[in-house]
């Protein structure tokens, strides 16, 4: 059930972890969530009821990108963002700051805000903490995102510190900004580089704020997993219990089980989306690469026992020989099963926390990735002289 206002309820916990419910006007966002990533308002080589049939409550869509193509003004002419892209269901909006840092050639940093230049045409452009609310609005976004400043791990203490005391004081630009919108949220993100102390300042600070929520930022950009598992084992306890606590940019199945162990609700990602793409799929037996020799004669299915449609029926030698052709249609189902095996894993989640058994249920998964891992190198060893030959084309 939809409420008018916006609100997140616990209903278990299973040590750090938890299940629970966001609600709001447009639907209810049942956590852990995976978000999947509509950057420039598609799921690319998706349709929106499969993302939605898959059991997607939210997706993401980019500031950044809809700012410059088609712009945000011409969204609101059109309706706004949700029947521009035809997803009816909450939307996510990131603030465009990581990719005002990934993706522009030339921008200037200070306290005003960014200045850069599109990727696109080299035009300039300037993003301030309220440009960026006001974009989020006129997008019709359901919950917002500060507009932060993200810098690229490793880094000095004193870089951390300098973009994370920066983040706090757009936090609260962004706060004033976004004003009072029922049944709307801004989440803040937590800054601080890789230095703990830096992190729980800023997790105190934007706590102190009283947003409806907050995210994790900064990680996941290059730094190994058990630097980014630190950060959040230190944050958890400076993060509001009774808010939707949300990891950006995060992550590699793997990354997704142990940030839920440590108590974070929702998540997005590329990965699925972009690794399908390149001929790579998720699946309870681990990852494949459907570009490898090994399966131009393999007749069985990613994954008979899951219910997407791209993963039961499908063999894996079709599937090779249409990334091979560089065929659309390879494209296009690779995606849809590596999103449909993050929702079952989110479910998964889900299902063993409100049963108690989340560790159990880690560990289960865990180990299907490995066996998986196992008989794909007896595989290989079993058809090394045929692989060698069929990878010289």
Same mark, same amino acid.
């Given at each position: 059930?939809?409420?008018?206002?916006?609100?997140?309820?616990? @209903?278990?916990?299973?040590?750090?972890?938890?299940? /629970?419910?966001?609600?709001?006007?447009?639907?209810?966002?049942?956590?852990?969530?995976?978000?999947?990533?509509?950057?420039?308002?598609?799921?690319?080589?998706?349709?929106?009821?499969?993302?939605? %049939?898959?059991?997607?409550?939210?997706?993401?869509?980019?500031?950044?990108?809809?700012?410059?193509?088609?712009?945000?003004?011409?969204? %609101?002419?059109?309706?706004?963002?949700?029947?521009?892209?035809? !997803?009816?269901?909450?939307?996510?909006?990131?603030? =465009?700051?990581?990719?005002?840092?990934? $993706?522009?050639? $030339?921008?200037?940093?200070?306290?005003?805000?960014?200045?850069?230049?599109?990727?696109?045409?080299?035009?300039?452009?300037?993003?301030?903490?309220?440009?960026?609310?006001?974009?989020?609005?006129?997008? /019709?976004?359901?919950?917002?995102?500060?507009?932060?400043?993200?810098?690229?791990?490793?880094?000095?203490?004193?870089?951390?510190?300098?973009?994370?005391?920066?983040?706090?004081? !757009? +936090?609260?630009?962004?706060?004033?900004?976004?004003?009072?919108?029922?049944?709307?949220?801004?989440?803040?993100?937590?800054?601080?580089?890789?230095?703990?102390?830096?992190?729980?300042?800023?997790?105190?600070? $934007?706590? +102190?704020?009283?947003?409806? =929520?907050?995210?994790? =930022?900064?990680?996941?950009?290059?730094?190994?997993? #058990?630097?980014?598992?630190?950060?959040?084992?230190?944050?958890?306890?400076?993060?509001?219990?009774?808010?939707? &606590?949300?990891?950006?940019?995060?992550?590699?199945?793997?990354?997704?089980?142990?940030?839920? &162990?440590?108590?974070?609700?929702?998540?997005? *990602?590329?990965?699925?989306?972009?690794?399908? &793409?390149?001929?790579?799929?998720?699946?309870?037996?681990?990852?494949?690469?459907?570009? @490898? +020799?090994?399966?131009?004669?393999?007749?069985?299915?990613?994954?008979?026992?899951?219910? *997407?449609?791209?993963? @039961?029926?499908?063999? &894996?030698?079709?599937?090779?020989?249409?990334?091979?052709?560089?065929?659309?249609?390879?494209?296009?189902?690779?995606? !849809?099963?590596?999103?449909?095996?993050?929702?079952?894993?989110?479910? /998964?989640?889900?299902? %063993?926390?409100?049963?108690?058994?989340? #560790?159990?249920?880690?560990?289960?998964?865990?180990?299907? !990735? +490995?066996?998986?891992?196992?008989?794909?190198? %007896?595989?290989?060893?079993?058809?090394?002289? @045929?692989?060698?030959?069929?990878?010289? =084309?």
């Amino acid at each position: 059930m939809t409420t008018e206002t916006f609100t997140f309820t616990v @209903n278990k916990t299973d040590g750090a972890a938890r299940t /629970g419910e966001i609600r709001m006007p447009r639907g209810v966002i049942r956590t852990p969530a995976f978000m999947p990533v509509g950057t420039a308002a598609t799921v690319k080589a998706m349709y929106p009821d499969q993302v939605k %049939a898959l059991g997607a409550d939210v997706v993401l869509g980019n500031t950044y990108h809809l700012m410059l193509r088609p712009g945000a003004e011409r969204v %609101a002419r059109l309706g706004g963002l949700h029947k521009f892209m035809n !997803w009816p269901y909450p939307i996510l909006t990131d603030s =465009g700051g990581f990719q005002v840092m990934s $993706l522009s050639a $030339l921008r200037k940093i200070d306290e005003t805000g960014v200045t850069f230049q599109s990727h696109i045409d080299g035009s300039t452009h300037v993003l301030t903490p309220e440009r960026s609310i006001e974009i989020q609005g006129l997008l /019709g976004s359901d919950i917002q995102m500060q507009l932060d400043e993200c810098v690229k791990l490793p880094c000095s203490d004193e870089v951390a510190e300098k973009a994370m005391r920066l983040s706090l004081r !757009w +936090a609260e630009r962004c706060r004033v900004a976004f004003g009072d919108q029922p049944g709307k949220a801004m989440f803040g993100i937590v800054q601080g580089g890789a230095v703990e102390r830096l992190r729980i300042e800023s997790a105190k600070e $934007l706590a +102190a704020l009283d947003l409806k =929520g907050y995210a994790i =930022g900064g990680l996941a950009v290059g730094e190994p997993q #058990d630097v980014m598992l630190r950060m959040i084992e230190t944050v958890e306890p400076h993060m509001p219990s009774e808010k939707p &606590r949300y990891l950006m940019g995060v992550g590699t199945p793997d990354d997704i089980v142990e940030a839920v &162990r440590r108590g974070v609700d929702m998540f997005d *990602c590329v990965m699925p989306t972009r690794a399908g &793409r390149h001929g790579q799929v998720f699946t309870r037996h681990g990852r494949m690469n459907l570009r @490898n +020799a090994r399966f131009a004669e393999d007749t069985s299915p990613l994954d008979p026992e899951s219910k *997407c449609t791209a993963s @039961n029926t499908y063999s &894996r030698a079709y599937l090779h020989h249409l990334v091979r052709s560089n065929e659309i249609l390879g494209m296009m189902l690779l995606t !849809w099963n590596n999103l449909a095996y993050y929702q079952e894993l989110t479910a /998964g989640l889900r299902k %063993a926390i409100a049963e108690g058994r989340l #560790d159990d249920y880690i560990g289960e998964v865990k180990e299907g !990735w +490995a066996r998986g891992e196992r008989d794909s190198k %007896a595989d290989i060893g079993r058809h090394a002289d @045929n692989i060698a030959m069929a990878d010289e =084309g």
